[in-house]
């Protein structure tokens, strides 16, 4: 299992940034798919954005345009940045990596299999 540890989150304003980071503790081989999902309070977790190991990335409609997921060099850190947040953004957001060589949706919590504990953003009015 990989060991996923997020960071970078916070309180902002509505549309302020923010960039949060996903730091892998340990070698991350066999790791197709790397995402993250967010759950608000009451709320199911859904999917917001996934990249692959050949940098191709997928984004949910409600973030398009707003968010951007990339990897550093090593592959060892994954980074989300998020500008013009507004309230609906609120949420708590979780990095996730799959070892599912080929998804067949690839922002569906169930396929990935390691998990970090997550990070608050809070985005007010």
């Known amino acids: 299992q990989v060991q996923l540890v997020e960071s970078g989150g916070g309180s902002v304003q509505s549309g302020g940034s923010l960039r949060l980071s996903c730091a892998a503790s340990?070698?991350?081989?066999?790791?197709?798919?790397w995402a993250w999902f967010r759950q608000a309070p009451g709320k199911e977790r859904e999917g917001v954005a996934v990249?692959?190991?050949?940098?191709?990335?997928t984004y949910a409609n409600s973030v398009q345009g707003r968010f951007s997921i990339f990897q550093d060099n090593s592959k060892r850190t994954l980074y989300l940045q998020m500008n013009s947040l507004k309230p609906e953004d609120t949420a708590i957001y979780y990095c996730?990596?799959?070892?599912?060589?080929?998804?067949?949706?690839?922002?569906?919590?169930?396929?990935?299999?390691?998990w970090g504990q997550g990070t608050r953003v809070t985005v007010s009015s």
């Open positions: 996730a990596a799959s070892n599912i060589a080929q998804l067949s949706s690839r922002l569906i919590p169930a396929q990935y299999t390691d």
């Open positions: 340990v070698y991350t081989y066999r790791r197709f798919y």
């Open positions: 990249i692959d190991n050949s940098g191709r990335s």
